[in-house]
C-alpha cells in the first residue's frame, strides 16, 4: 500500500494566486516526520517545510506553510502568492520514528502561468 | 558552506559495464544517503551510510553497492548495468543519521545515468 499519496499529478496556477498541493499519509507509528520538497528542472530537491507528528501548530516557513490534519492524515503544502519561480516538481515524504528510511510520494508538477 | 556535490553529473554506459558514482557532503555532515529517481517508480532509497558504515539499504539488488570514507565522502558503484537503471542517482547529506526524525537532508544536483 503507498505510505505517501499526491493526488495530483500536475497543477496550473496563475501567478500571485496561493496554490495547495495535497498530500495524504498511511502510517501506524505514533511517531513520524513529513517534509515537503521542491525539485527544479535542474534535479536538485530543495527542502520547504517539516511538521513532526506531535506539533501543536502547522509549520511556517515564509510564503510555504503545511496545513496537517492529523485525523485525517493530511498534509497539505500551502504557497501563498505564488511566483514564476515556484513552477518544480514537489514531493511530500514521511520519516516513521520505527523506521530509518525517509518514504517520498511520486510528486506533483507545479505550472505557474504569468 | 560549499552544498552537496555529485560526479559525475551526466553518464553514459551500455549494459553490462560498471559504473561509480561520486558524493561530496556539504562539511561536518557524516550520513549520506543514496536515492534513485525514474518516472515510473519516483524517489526511492538505495542506502545511507554514516561514520563509514552502512546503517540501511532499500529494497535493490545486489549489484548496488556503495561506501563511505572517512572524510564521509561517499561512492555508489552499480555493477553490470540493464537498461532499467537508467535514472537520476541523487545524493544527499545530514548532519545525524536518517533515523532522527526531524533530520533535514540536502541533496545534491545528482548524476544522470543512461544506461544504452
Known amino acids: 500500500a503507498q505510505k505517501i499519496t499526491q493526488t495530483q499529478p500536475g497543477m496550473f496556477v496563475q501567478e500571485k494566486e496561493a496554490v495547495t498541493l495535497d498530500c495524504t499519509y498511511d502510517?501506524?507509528?505514533?511517531?513520524?516526520?513529513l517534509f515537503w520538497y521542491k525539485q527544479p528542472s535542474s534535479g536538485e530537491m530543495i527542502f520547504l517545510i517539516y511538521?513532526?507528528?506531535?506539533?501543536?501548530q502547522n509549520a511556517t516557513e515564509g510564503r510555504y506553510s503545511l496545513n496537517f490534519q492529523k485525523a485525517r492524515k493530511s498534509a497539505n503544502l500551502v504557497i501563498s502568492a505564488s511566483q514564476l519561480g515556484d513552477s518544480a516538481m514537489y514531493f511530500c515524504?514521511?520519516?516513521?520514528?520505527?523506521?530509518?528510511?525517509?518514504?517520498f510520494g511520486k510528486g506533483t508538477r507545479l505550472h505557474i502561468l504569468p | 558552506k560549499a552544498g552537496v556535490t555529485q560526479t559525475p553529473r551526466y553518464l553514459i554506459k551500455t549494459r553490462g559495464q560498471q559504473v561509480t558514482l561520486s558524493c561530496s557532503p556539504i562539511?561536518?555532515?557524516?550520513?549520506v544517503s543514496w536515492y534513485q529517481q525514474t518516472p515510473g517508480q519516483g524517489l526511492q532509497f538505495l542506502f545511507e551510510?554514516?561514520?563509514?558504515?552502512?546503517?540501511n539499504k532499500g529494497n535493490f539488488p545486489g549489484r548496488f553497492s556503495g561506501r563511505q570514507f572517512s572524510n564521509s565522502r561517499s561512492e555508489m558503484n552499480v555493477s553490470t548495468l540493464e537498461l532499467g537503471d537508467s535514472a537520476l542517482y541523487l545524493c544527499?547529506?545530514?548532519?545525524?543519521?536518517?533515523?532522527?526524525?526531524?533530520?533535514?537532508?540536502?541533496f545534491g544536483p545528482g548524476t544522470r545515468l543512461t544506461v544504452l
Open positions: 544527499a547529506s545530514s548532519l545525524y543519521p536518517q533515523r532522527e526524525l526531524h533530520n533535514e537532508q540536502f
Open positions: 502510517t501506524s507509528d505514533p511517531s513520524y516526520g
Open positions: 511538521q513532526g507528528s506531535y506539533d501543536q
Open positions: 515524504a514521511m520519516r516513521e520514528a520505527r523506521d530509518d528510511k525517509i518514504i
Open positions: 562539511s561536518g555532515h557524516r550520513s
Open positions: 551510510y554514516f561514520s563509514e558504515t552502512q546503517r
